[in-house]
């Protein structure tokens, strides 16, 4: 993989790809304003288009490519089991309202780069999808039990495993491998997050991680 800026050429072997995006000052993370608080979620019994947990909309001008997302459960929903999270990629702003605004920051103290990325959390409202809306996938987690204060959910872009395991009595790590996603100027990434006959939104802390070249 090449990573290269104008003033410092770098090639480095995938292997160490966020190190160097990290040495090369394009490498942001995306969290909650507060850390150790949570933000409530959604209340979607289906995938529903207009509903939605994240949505990063790149207002810039370089490609934003997603590493990983971690999900911090903080408090528990109400109501039914499991837990999917469908994702989407589209034209144009699909944020509408509510949520939070992610606080940013690029990972490299000695790197002025800013980021282009809107990424915004919560309960949100999205527009109706474009004709171009691609669906990305569909995951499933806690089959047959409701979350748990303490759970971790992650997503990892572009990687090749997938595992989940136990840490303490019924709190859980679960991750997941999601394709590789390139989200290009004006155009954005969507998280659905639903499950049948919830009443009350899960609330998580957010970790994202992403670059952008």
Known sequence: MALTT??????????????????????FVAVNPTAGTGIIGPVSTTFDEAKALLTVYNGGSAVIYPLSLQ??????????????????IDTGNRYSSGGTALTKANTNMDSTTTSGAIVTFGALVTTAASGSRRLLGNHQ????????????????FGGAQSQSGSRVATVAD????????????????????WRTSISVGITFEANFVYAER
């Open 174 to 193: 679960f991750q997941r491998a999601l394709p590789p996603v390139a989200i290009a100027a004006g155009q954005t990434w969507t998280l659905h997050q």
């Open 141 to 156: 987690l806690r089959e047959a039990a409701i979350e748990v204060v303490g759970d971790l959910y992650e997503f990892n």
């Open 71 to 88: 999900l911090y459960v903080t408090v528990i929903g109400t109501g039914g089991t499991r837990c999917d999270f469908t994702h989407t």
């Open 6 to 27: 104008s003033t410092n050429p770098i090639v480095s072997a995938l292997t160490a790809r966020d190190t160097q995006l990290a040495s090369t000052g394009v490498c």
